[in-house]
């Protein structure tokens, strides 16, 4: 792990909004992540108006004038929904047909056909993990839960010993895998390689998910032995097609993205001559813009063409997965506006110096920030932009592997101990028919394990890389 210093930063640091010391900085910034977390859990208001409240309060703290916090806010909007905006856009569509067509179920159905007995938990975190790629995580709850409740109810099997894996997959792929929003979020705030992140995201995510999944799924169901809930069982989305796009299709689609960004990241690391012609045409492919398009056009044939879809349909399609995500693009700008106001008042300067002066690792500090603030608002993606805003000057000088590790341990911080004040929480709890305290043995306890065991193996591989 590099020990970074103040002067390493003094070269390219920006010059603060206000003259403020630490000690009001502190006070700025705890203050500001109050209102927030006051706003979003006391009055429930929106994370977009929550975030941007909370900038103004964080600057007015601070001692900075109203129009420098205004800018900073406007700024750091702007430059997020600029570097992350297209890419959950295209994340959406992907996902909507990946669902409308069929090919979530033609996934879950291929799997589940060769799956029984004691390999069901592991069939489950394979099929969340897959279809979890290019879907945010409420719209994976929503598409596998049906298919949970239904394997438990026919093969008999505990609910918790069919459900946890596929939560585990879920949410590990929500929190440490892009394209999705906080992963991105925090690789654009740190400036980190995408490609190599999501190589040794990786890497942190098999391990998590499988102690997460299938190996606690087996304390999960002694703890909270419930059958399926007959009237939560929806119905499954293909079940009005007639034909479903095919299983090496689907799969390949939902792949190409993550193939093409790690071929980008293996031959950058491997050639490293920004020259060679291999290394210019894989840093235009494996850009996370181009693969995602690709992926999209592609989906557009093997996957709405395949089932189907008419030019009409496949238009209202892609027209219906923009709208749902409005509000993450809203929340993922007012997270960006924060985190530049958090660094132009000094906020970064101050980071710094606590991480000197108590010899804290970066990593673990931005773990335990982001574990601060997810148990404080509820919101994964809420603390991963917060978070990266504030650890954000403690990439300066780090090598490429490392800033992508900070990026993983904000992500593995960000998914920490989820409970009441969370949506995901409550949206477990009813669709499992599950009471709080069952949800809190079984939910928020794998939410931890994952974050727990994620940092574990983001600081084994500090070690080694």
Sequence with gaps: ?????????????????????????????????????????????????????????LGAFAGAPLGATIDSFTSGLGKTVA?????????????????????????????????SGRSMPWAMVLIASVIGLPLFFEVGIVLLIPVVLLVAKRGNYSLMRIGIPALAGLSVMHGLIPPHPGPLVAIDALGANLGVTLALGVLVAIPTVIIAGPLFSRYAARWVDIPAPDNMIPARPS?????????????????????????????????????????????????????????????????????????QRLSTTVEKSLAPIAGVLLIVGAGGGFKQTLIDVGVGQMILDFSKNWSIPALLLAWLIAVAIRLATGSATVATISAAGL?????????????????????????????????????????????????????????????VVGIVFVLLLSLVL
């Design 239 to 311: 079940e009005d097609l007639e034909k479903r796009p095919g299983f090496g299709a689907t799969v390949a689609t939902v792949l190409l993205p993550v193939v093409l960004m790690l071929v980008k990241a293996l031959v950058d690391i491997v050639v490293d001559n920004p020259d060679n012609g291999l290394q210019k045409v894989t840093d235009v492919i494996g850009s996370p813009l181009i693969a995602l398009l690709a992926a999209v056009l592609v989906g557009l044939f093997t996957l709405g063409r395949a089932a189907g879809f008419t030019k």
């Design 391 to 451: 650890v954000a000057p403690l990439a300066a000088g780090m090598s490429t592997s490392e800033t992508a590790l900070l990026v993983l341990a904000i992500g593995a911080g960000s998914l920490f101990f989820s409970h009441v004040n969370d949506a995901g929480f409550w949206l477990v709890k009813e669709y499992f028919g599950m009471s709080v305290g069952q949800t809190i043995k079984t939910w928020s306890v794998m939410e931890t394990i994952i974050s």
């Design 83 to 115: 570097g992350v905006g297209v890419l959950i856009a295209l994340g959406a569509i992907l996902g909507k047909l990946l669902a409308d067509s069929g090919g979530a179920d033609q996934i879950v159905d291929t799997i589940l056909a060769k799956a």
């Design 1 to 57: 792990m590099t020990s970074l210093s103040v002067e390493m930063l003094a070269a390219d640091a920006v010059e603060p909004i206000t003259s403020a010391g630490n000690a009001q900085l502190g006070i700025a910034v705890l203050a500001g992540i109050a209102v927030i977390v006051l706003l979003i859990t006391t009055f429930k208001l929106h994370a977009f108006l929550a975030l941007t409240i909370g900038s103004l309060a």
